[in-house]
């Protein structure tokens, strides 16, 4: 079964930092836009940032210039770097394609930021 799996959350205080991995058990996804969602408690899940196959990047604006969002084909790997977290940022971290498949929703990975 095709799966993606997150993994870096935590708990930080304002102003750090973390980075978060979402490796996929096929290399088919390599061929794919990835994307980083989240999903705050009472709201709804929301895109983040997303990569093409040739790496092109696109950012929410309420983590622009704070978030990057990189992949390494070799690895089936997608990463989110995350820099300058604010309390707001607090939610469960998940990656799937973009557009999403709901096949490929995950356990996620929790980040909270407070001091």
């Known amino acids: 079964q095709v799966q993606l799996v997150e993994s870096g959350g935590g708990l930080v205080q304002p102003g750090g930092s973390l980075r978060l991995s979402c490796t996929a058990s096929e290399s088919i996804f390599t061929l794919y836009t990835m994307g980083w969602y989240r999903q705050a408690p009472g709201k709804q899940r929301e895109l983040v940032a997303h990569i093409t196959s040739g790496g092109t990047t696109n950012y929410a604006d309420s983590v622009k210039g704070r978030f990057t969002i990189s992949r390494d084909n070799a690895k089936n790997t997608v990463y989110l770097q995350m820099n300058s977290l604010k309390p707001e940022d607090t939610a469960v971290y998940y990656c799937?394609?973009?557009?999403?498949?709901?096949?490929?929703w995950g356990q996620g990975t929790q980040v909270t930021v407070s001091s």
């Open positions: 799937n394609t973009r557009p999403y498949s709901l096949n490929y």
